[in-house]
């Protein structure tokens, strides 16, 4: 086993790779799961709630009405009334929706409404985020269709008892009651979520600190004294696969370990079995990143190199696998894509694991078997491709070579 | 003038004195060898002259100036040929030259010529476009001179230019340093191939631990360490009293007998072999064949730099 | 001078190493955005929601509630994709069934006794669009709600007034309150932030470039740099020469990702290419800085640096919201609690330079934003410029 230690050594001499990519990277997925709101854990229904501002101009007791009618709806900020203060709204995204109400809208508004006239219309500014801004919309169109009714059924009523009217109208609410809750659900989502964005980190810092340990192993002297040596081919690359596998089990363990002390609510809310098929699949999923990087060894890469493909990959891989934005969301075409890709099979593999409950069956592990599996029939392709090229390589020139003659550029 | 003149240069790496007191003058003209075992401070006193390294005390003066790492109108004149390789794998063979030497020349037209020139003097017309990691060990250390030369300086240094460099690439070199020296160019040399600096060198200055043991010619240098010939005879039979003899010459060092061979380490004499066979004679011992052999540089360097192994 | 910077663009460009971090990082993922948002702008309009639907009874209740829905239900823009069931019952079974598949039910909708109901499945996700969804979905109950409460009001205080044609078209025409416009000149698409979130994540990587370039600047790291050094050009003018290569290929490789985007992506940046190559250009210079000012950390392993960068870019660009939508709602916690975070922060400033090009139509906050890019990279110009500009060393 002397070139295993020989390589585990190696590693310790470069040991700010895996400080900084293993231990490092793991930390932003611990960041983003925790700092993200998963929704309303209680049994009780809470409608979602968005950030306006209302820029009245009007002061009548309508554009007062529609400012109450969205504080139902959401906080209000304030946001003073010119072009630069709005742009600054926005572009900062302090607001979802910025309504602005002219001057003597709640007169015309209402006369309208008498004269069964088209009533005039306000303007808003959604921010990037429409959704919320629709929403809030949605609102604020309920609330002047209640002024508008009542306004056209009692002519004479002042403005205020119309605006006030109508509050009382859209105070009557449908009931709305959750129909299916999972209070745990939302802590093991954040877990499945730090598992899903950990596609990038591992993928990265495996492939980095793989790339690191066989280049340092592959120099061109140093890999053909250990090509000459008794050793043979096979037990060498068995010895330095070895060595990487040690490397790829501690991103592994920590990578794991780090998630499940941090929300263990969520592991604890799991079943035993769960656990472990997700920690099998993350190490099915880890095997990949260390694959690519023996591959990279193999062909010579330098440490940078490595660190950019590591990089890349990991970025596609965790895109694909739905870690930036969700799959539903994609086209027919990419999910097509995404399908031929690590992430999304190891994020399928994690989500049917972590909702496993009570004594799986067999029919419930056989897809989380499969979906391991094809982790696994990746990583045997890349294998093969790296053994192959490891092979070739002993027959190129690189293999030998005037290495002392070799220039000195860093 | 001296063109080197470096005086009582100290120069400390935390506790280890690497330089002690370290004196160097180089005349004009000259082919100064430098010649010391690892890590005797060879590399370091270079590095301090061309002002890479800061040092604790002493003076560095270059073609009668104080030189400083901002005087670029010395460094102008000065040509270095490192004992690593360092070129860019990115860049040709020419670009490279083109560009070490743009850091000496900005005409272009006649950094052009210089450019040329350098190619031709290492040889390299056949690769000028080639990219450093197609040649060979020999070809890239010529691209290394190429390199540290085309400007034509007045003043080189060379760091063991030869290293890992086959014979006929190694006579080519110093056949090159000949040249260039010959059109005027005061070269230092450093080496750890003696039969080089033997070769090439007008003046030798040994140093170890920082400091200059010996300084001379290469003759002065055998003369000042007291080393004569070696002599070996094929002797049947030496009785113990001819070899007693022999032991008490004043020119000889040590002589000693295994039966067939009679060695004999001879100090600084005039008549070493003929006083040994006037012996032979005396004792009427016929000697089969003889061989006698003049001391060599590495002789010296042993003697004086010791036997003992270097880090 | 013009020696160094030319034969330094050269090497650079010749360095596959640096190349695949200043050019194929960009393009790769430039490619893969286009694959995933050219259809999502197309879907941007939030799809029909899903909804079982308890058939009610045929009372006037249930007609009108019946009416409500289809008419939900109709139109280009509808709400509602609804499922007509028999029971409450059927109706769960449906929405259970559907949970968690790719086209689950918001949840069902039912009339009892009168009163709308909404029952809605209570898992939300990392979008938190399901949550939205049962929202708006609650929303059109309320409305719904609030306009059988006026109409029985009505009907109980003044009937006559609800055949006024006037009233009736107000009770059960829909009204467009609103118009949505724009506080700037033009809009961009949603999914540009997201090319600009790529444009700062590779400019900082870029930073990589720079830290090669002063690996072979310094005498102490490289046999290059040493060579280098003794040269009988000024050292300053070298140094200067080197680094403005360095910016120049990492601008020049952006500049070709930007026309990428914009050619083969068809990425709208609203006639405000200049604007935004301004800001890569800014981006670009503190990428060159930030891998000097890395450079300069002693008694680190060369390439140790490459890795320091790399974490120093992936945290940067966390914390500026750059890795997706989930990623804003972090950055923005940060930013609300720690707003000198944002200005530290090379990722936050340059996305949100980019971000006050498409949204303001003064140059004022763009200026604040690179003004704020140069002082960074200046500052961190100075951290190294003791490092870079020194040519002699204790030991090398």
């Known amino acids: ?410 | 003038m001296n063109i080197v003149d470096v005086k009582n240069l100290v120069k400390r790496y935390g506790t280890t004195l690497a330089l002690d007191h370290f004196n160097m003058e180089i005349e004009r003209g000259e082919v100064f060898g430098l010649l010391g075992p690892n890590g005797s401070g060879k590399t370091t006193a270079i590095n301090c002259i061309l002002q890479l390294l800061t040092y604790d005390k002493g003076t560095i003066e270059l073609f009668g100036e104080k030189m400083s790492s901002t005087r670029y109108d010395l460094k102008r004149r000065i040509g270095v040929v490192p004992q690593n390789v360092a070129v860019f794998e990115e860049l040709t063979v020419r670009e490279n030259i083109d560009y070490f030497c743009g850091l000496y020349v900005s005409d272009a037209a006649e950094r052009r010529a210089c450019v040329n020139d350098a190619i031709e003097f290492v040889g390299l017309q056949d690769y000028a476009k080639h990219r450093p990691k197609k040649l060979s060990g020999g070809l890239l250390r010529r691209l290394n001179i190429a390199c540290g030369i085309a400007h034509k300086p007045e003043l080189a240094f060379f760091d063991e230019p030869t290293v890992a460099v086959d014979p006929q690439s190694r006579a080519s070199i110093l056949q090159g340093i000949t040249e260039m020296n010959e059109r005027g160019t005061t070269v230092v040399y450093t080496s750890h191939y003696m039969e080089e600096v033997e070769e090439l060198c007008n003046r030798i200055m040994i140093m170890d631990k920082g400091r200059t043991l010996a300084i001379g010619t290469n003759a002065q240098l055998k003369i000042m360490t007291g080393i004569g010939e070696r002599i070996e005879v094929d002797v049947l039979d030496l009785p113990e009293a001819a070899r007693a003899k022999l032991q008490g010459l004043d020119s000889v060092q040590s002589a000693d007998y295994d039966g067939h061979v009679l060695r004999i380490t001879c100090g600084n004499g005039q008549h070493n072999v003929s006083d040994v066979l006037g012996i032979l004679r005396a004792f009427d011992v016929t000697p089969g064949r003889i061989w006698a052999e003049p001391p060599t540089l590495n002789d010296v360097f042993l003697e004086i730099t010791g036997r003992d192994l270097r880090d | 001078m013009w020696n160094t910077f030319k034969y330094t663009l050269l090497w650079l460009v010749r360095s596959p190493d640096i190349m695949v971090w200043a050019l194929l990082f960009p393009l790769v993922l430039t490619s893969v955005f286009i694959a995933m948002f050219g259809p999502l702008d197309d879907m941007a309009q939030l799809e029909p929601m899903r909804v079982a639907v308890v058939q009610p009874d045929d009372t006037t209740e249930g007609q009108a509630f019946e009416a409500f829905v289809d008419t939900m239900s109709e139109g280009n823009d509808r709400l509602l994709d609804p499922t007509f069931v028999a029971t409450a019952d059927d109706a769960a079974d449906l929405v259970r069934r559907h949970a968690g598949t790719d086209e689950p039910y918001v949840g069902y909708i039912t009339l009892d006794q009168g009163e709308p109901q909404a029952y809605v499945i209570g898992n939300v996700s990392t979008s938190g669009l399901e949550n939205l969804e049962s929202s708006i979905l609650a929303l059109m109950l309320d409305e719904y709600t609030a306009r059988s409460y006026l109409a029985k009001e009505l009907a109980r205080t003044d009937p006559a007034a609800l055949v006024d044609p006037t009233v009736s078209q107000a009770l059960f025409e829909p009204m467009r309150a609103t118009v949505q416009v724009h506080v700037t000149d033009n809009q961009p698409k949603e999914s540009t932030r997201f090319y600009f979130a790529l444009l700062g994540m590779a400019a900082l990587f870029g930073g990589s470039m720079g830290l090669t370039a002063c690996r072979r600047l310094k005498a102490n790291t490289s046999a290059l740099g040493a060579r280098r050094t003794i040269g009988a050009t000024n050292y300053a003018r070298t140094v200067v020469a080197t680094l403005a290569a360095s910016w120049l290929l990492s601008f020049a490789c952006l500049s070709v990702a930007f026309a990428y985007m914009e050619i083969a992506g068809g990425v709208n940046f609203a006639g405000r290419e200049g604007a935004c190559l301004t800001v890569v250009a800014a981006a670009s210079l503190v990428a060159t800085a930030l891998g000097c000012a890395l450079s300069a950390i002693p008694r680190i392993p060369e390439d140790g640096k490459n890795g320091i960068l790399s974490g120093v870019v992936c945290f940067a660009s966390l914390f500026a919201g750059l890795y997706g939508q989930p990623t804003m709602e972090l950055a923005d916690t940060i930013s609300a609690a720690f707003p000198a975070a944002d200005i530290i922060n090379p990722a936050t400033q340059i996305s949100q330079a980019f971000y006050s090009i498409m949204y303001y139509d003064t140059v004022g906050p763009l200026m604040g934003h690179l003004g704020i890019l140069c002082t960074m990279s200046i500052l961190l110009f100075l951290v190294s410029a003791s490092s870079l500009r020194r040519q002699r060393y204790a030991s090398i």
Request: net charge negative; with cysteine.
């Open chain 1, 1 to 410: 086993m002397r070139a295993f230690k020989c390589a585990l050594r190696v590693m310790r001499a470069h040991l700010i790779f895996p400080i900084v990519y293993i231990i490092g990277l793991s930390f932003m997925g611990i960041f983003m799961a925790m700092s993200f709101n998963f929704g309303q854990a209680d049994e009780q229904f809470q409608p979602e709630r968005g950030d306006f501002a209302v820029v009245d101009r009007d002061t009548s007791a309508v554009s007062a009405g529609i400012s109450e009618a969205l504080s139902a709806k959401g906080g209000r900020i304030e946001v003073a009334d010119d072009r630069q203060a709005f742009q600054d709204a926005v572009a900062k995204g302090s607001v979802d929706y910025l309504l602005v109400v002219p001057e003597g809208y709640g007169d015309a508004f209402t006369t309208a409404a008498r004269e069964g006239a088209e009533p005039p219309s306000l303007d808003v500014v959604f921010s990037y985020y429409s959704a919320e801004g629709a929403y809030l919309d949605e609102a604020v169109g309920s609330y002047l269709s209640a002024v508008r009714t009542i306004a056209a059924a009692h002519p004479e009523a002042t403005l205020n008892k119309v605006a006030n009217d109508a509050l009382e109208a859209i105070g009557h609410t449908a009931h709305t009651t959750i129909l299916e809750t999972g209070s745990s659900m939302t802590e093991v989502d954040r877990f499945l979520f730090y598992l899903q964005w950990s596609t990038y980190t591992l993928f990265a810092g495996i492939t980095v600190c793989i790339g690191v340990l066989t280049a340092a192993m592959g120099r061109t002297d140093v890999r053909r004294r250990s090509l000459i040596s008794p050793l043979s081919f096979v037990s060498y690359n068995v010895q330095l696969g070895l060595a990487c596998l040690t490397i790829t089990v501690f991103a592994w363990l920590w990578s794991f370990g780090i998630g499940a002390a941090t929300f263990p609510q969520a592991v604890a809310s799991m079943t035993i079995s769960g656990i472990i098929w997700c920690a099998l699949s993350m190490f099915g999923f880890c095997l990949i990143p260390l694959a690519v990087g023996f591959l990279l060894g193999q062909f010579g890469a330098s440490i940078t190199m490595s660190n950019a493909i590591g990089n890349i990959c990991g970025m596609v891989v965790s895109f694909l696998g739905g870690a930036w934005m969700p799959l539903d969301l994609m086209s027919p075409t990419v999910l097509h894509v995404a399908q031929c890709m690590p992430g999304y099979w190891y994020n399928k593999a994690c989500d049917l694991a972590a909702h496993l409950s009570g004594t799986p069956t067999l029919d419930a592990i056989v897809p989380i078997l499969q979906s391991v599996g094809v982790l696994l029939l990746f990583t045997a392709v890349l294998l093969v491709i790296a053994l192959l090229v490891a092979r070739l390589r002993t027959r190129t020139s690189t293999a030998g070579g005037n290495a002392a003659a070799q220039t000195v550029i860093s």
